[in-house]
Nanobody
């Protein structure tokens, strides 16, 4: 079955950087759009960034210029590099996958479009 396992979360200070990874198994990685979503206490889950199977990226406005999403199809791994972190970035970060054709340019932009989810990793940014 499909498994998505996030790693790299932790406690950092405002302005610091942090990198997340998501190891995927049980799927043909190159045939999936991948995304990072987050959920803070009392808030709805929101998309942070997505990347299509063809490598096209999308970022939520609140992370543009600070976060970078990337994928390594040879390693079945998704990454999220987070720079200039803010206290409002504090949340559980989830890796998600959405099946699509290879080399697609379509990036799913809402959490509801993703079919598979990891267990999440906590990111806490102190002020």
């Amino acid at each position: 079955q499909v498994q998505l396992v996030e790693s790299g979360g932790g406690l950092v200070q405002a302005g610091d950087s942090l990198g997340l990874s998501c190891a995927a198994s049980g799927l043909t990685f190159g045939s999936y759009a991948m995304g990072w979503c987050r959920q803070a206490p009392g808030k709805e889950r929101e998309l942070v960034a997505g990347i299509s199977s063809g490598g096209i990226t999308y970022y939520a406005d609140f992370v543009k210029g600070r976060f970078t999403i990337s994928r390594d199809n040879a390693k079945n791994t998704l990454y999220l590099q987070m720079n200039s972190l803010k206290p409002e970035d504090t949340a559980v970060y989830y890796c998600a996958a959405d099946r699509q054709a290879r080399w697609s340019n379509v990036v799913p932009r809402t959490p509801g479009q993703y079919d598979y989810w990891g267990q999440g990793t906590q990111v806490t940014v102190s002020s």
